[in-house]
């Protein structure tokens, strides 16, 4: 099983509290005022806040559990999103979304983290180039590396968050090892969820995740070779700006052949 099929259904209930960069987005979309695609959508933690505010708003995904979840919810409010359209692709296959373009391409929280060869970064961002719309924006959403690689290594097993699973009325603790292996840049997550179940037992979940950190220049280089100008660098949701010790690190870019 993959890492979404193994936590589908303890994903909403754990970000249930990650809403910081609804606001940023809903302010660009009012901006961009056009269509919209959310890729790597999931559970459409982003794509159903744009569809409900009246944006014409796409969202993508690979995995066939996490968008059923999204499909679910669009289902119990049908009339709230009258132009939000999902689709299961893998957006590295040159035909997915073929033939449309959108105004706003949003690789929203740690998407391209995912991603971490440096031939699949390139072949997504083409991707998306193709999908971009002349006078659109394609906006990536990352962690501020320089402040993860500054922090001290621990292989302890830490308690993120505890939160109760819908599904089954159980409190579920929610705990991470990580391993961060600088050379690579990239960190070995591996989260567990214990989850107390009715009669006091405990069913333990483990779902092992890689992900790939980023430097600023690094995307920026990305970028240009697959047909981005980088226009503005974040620190935050707030759009102040990047800097040492900001949090995030947003990179809006606007094709190159429209300046």
Known sequence: MSFYDTVARFYDAENADKTDDIDFYLELAEE?????????????????????????????????????????????????????????????????????????VLLTYNLLMHFHQQTEQLTLLRNMRQLTSPDGL????????????????????????????????????QQAVSTLDRATQTMRVLWVYDEITGDGTVKRTVAPKLFRYFFPYEVQLLLG?????????????????????SPRMLMLAAPSDAE
């Open 32 to 104: 961009t005022d056009g269509s919209i695609l959310d890729v790597g959508c999931g559970s459409g933690r982003v794509v159903l806040p744009l569809a409900r505010a009246g944006h014409k708003v796409a969202g993508v995904d690979n995995n066939k559990p996490m968008l059923e979840r999204a499909q679910a919810r669009v289902r119990q409010q049908p009339d709230a999103y009258p132009h939000l359209s999902l689709e299961q692709a893998d957006v590295l296959q040159p035909g997915a979304l073929a033939g449309q373009t959108f105004d706003l």
């Open 138 to 173: 394609l906006i990536i959403d990352l962690p501020n590396a320089g402040e993860t690689f500054a922090t001290p290594d621990s292989d302890e097993l830490s308690l993120e968050r505890t939160f109760i699973d819908p599904q089954t009325g159980h409190m579920v603790m």
């Open 225 to 245: 070779m697959s047909g981005y100008t980088l226009q503005q660098t974040y620190g935050d949701y707030d759009g102040s700006p990047f800097q040492d010790g």
